[in-house]
């Protein structure tokens, strides 16, 4: 069933082409098409499109629809071509005249639209709620540990002493970026397309200010052309934000497993946590990590996908834009997964404490060692090569007492702060207002 189709069929071969896999990849959007239908009906009522025993009725289907997409019981039928036929189907079946009538003044078009950046706002929510827990974890182990040294690596050589805290510390502060990148897909997110027809608007009185807020958005996709031009583009950003938490997630992921490495050895995982080998019986494949690592690598090339898709399209809808769901849909699903597993390794990672006792490491305090010279009143450059030459000869005797109190070092992590920008960023969202916005619209 096709709510366009007049009196022609379409080609077999055309149609299962076309159709795609919107009929699976649509189930995400089933609820948030009904948050849409209820907003858009009530704003009809307002106009007088529907009387106010329609609007009941049609409200009361929706909501039997709603329940039954939250039950798990409904279904798109093969024979029908996405949600929003579905719907109108089931709509027109149970109420009759009623369900024919709930399209005035609206196109697949806009929504789409409108399903999309409902359901992308509640993506966007499982993921900086995840993400916080990933960031109250990086910061609890950066204070349990921040007296714990490692060594500091630059080119892969050793450098100078780093701490646990640090390392710790630095990944819930990249976060805090990452999040901001977030927000900013949120607000090109959390604007309202309903109202905007095909791309050109309607010849109806449409009270688009009505449905914005009765759907909890921040403001309007105001020309009905740039509204159409929003998709793709809502997903390119939004997949930038997903991409910069994977590009957090992904390098972490390449630290613990160099880390938990037997040349290391700086951490570990309990063995339930951790893969074998068929033929070598020492193993323990850190293979969690890697997945980590690979699967948040592929995320981190979904914005170029989602770019190379809609390069070159002119303005208005294009079917090309249809294929987007199945990039961007899975993404969401795999980085939530990723920060889940992510979740429970922190929460049973192993830190060996006694990593600088090694003699190999020794070089990594010829900094603290010109340091000490610097301030006896050695000019640094003069220390430098003081040190340098008692490395050549042999003769270099390390201090291994770490004396960093500036901000953002080994003894002064600065985490309260990291904490605060990481609160104002997350409290900009502003998840509880839309909620509210949504369960009167339920009600």
């Not at 409902?118 to 974890?137: A, G």
């Not at 960093?404 to 600065?414: A, D, K, V």
């Not at 702060?417 to 619209?441: C, P, Y």
Request: net charge negative; with cysteine; glycine share 6%.
């Amino acid at each position: 069933m096709k709510i366009w189709q007049k009196s022609t069929d379409v080609n077999t071969d055309v149609n299962h082409f076309t159709v795609g896999r919107d009929r699976e990849l649509d189930l995400n959007l089933a609820a948030f098409d009904i948050l849409g239908s209820l907003a858009h009906t009530q704003m009809l009522e307002k106009i007088g499109l529907l009387t106010e025993v329609e609007l009941l009725e049609i409200h009361k289907a929706l909501k039997d629809i709603y329940n039954e997409i939250q039950n798990g019981t409904f279904e798109i039928a093969d024979e029908v071509e996405d949600i929003h036929s579905q719907i109108e189907l089931l709509l027109t079946q149970r109420i009759g005249d009623s369900g024919k009538k709930i399209h005035s003044g609206r196109s697949r078009n806009d929504q789409v639209l409108v399903d999309l950046k409902l359901y992308f706002r509640f993506e966007i929510q499982e993921i900086v709620e995840k993400t916080s827990k990933i960031f109250q974890r990086f910061q609890k182990l950066s204070n349990q540990y921040n007296q714990v040294l490692l060594p500091g690596y630059t080119h892969l050589q050793i450098a100078m002493p780093s701490s646990f805290g640090l390392w710790f510390g630095a990944y819930a502060e990249s976060l805090v970026d990452d999040l901001e990148m977030v927000y900013a897909a949120w607000k090109i997110t959390n604007k309202n397309p309903l109202g905007s027809a095909a791309g050109y608007g309607s010849s109806f009185p449409l009270d688009r200010q009505m449905t914005t807020d009765l759907l909890g958005f921040d403001s309007l996709n105001y020309n009905v052309v740039y509204a159409q031009m929003g998709r793709g583009k809502t997903e390119r950003v939004l997949a930038q934000g997903l991409s910069s938490i994977a590009a957090t997630l992904a390098k972490f992921a390449m630290d613990a497993c160099l880390y938990m490495s037997q040349n290391m050895n700086f951490i570990s995982f309990p063995e339930h946590l951790t893969t074998g080998s068929s033929i070598m019986p020492h193993k323990k494949n850190p293979d969690v990590l890697e997945l980590i690592r690979s699967r948040c690598n592929k995320i981190q090339a979904l914005p170029n996908e989602i770019t190379m898709m809609t390069t070159n399209l002119p303005s208005g809808y294009h079917r090309d834009l249809q294929l987007l769901k199945e990039n961007l849909f899975p993404a969401f699903v795999s980085l939530k997964e990723c920060l889940d597993i992510l979740d429970l390794m922190l929460e049973n990672i192993q830190i060996n404490p006694n990593i600088l006792d090694d003699p190999k490491y020794d070089y990594l305090f010829s900094v603290e060692v010109v340091n000490n010279q610097v301030l006896d009143g050695i000019p640094f450059r003069e220390a430098y090569k003081n040190i340098g030459f008692a490395i050549e000869s042999g003769t270099y005797q390390p201090s291994k007492e770490v004396n960093h109190t500036h901000q953002g070092s080994i003894g002064n992590l600065m985490n309260d702060a990291i904490a605060e920008q990481f609160k104002k960023t997350v409290d900009q969202f502003d998840f509880e207002k839309v909620q509210r916005r949504l369960n009167v619209l339920l009600k």
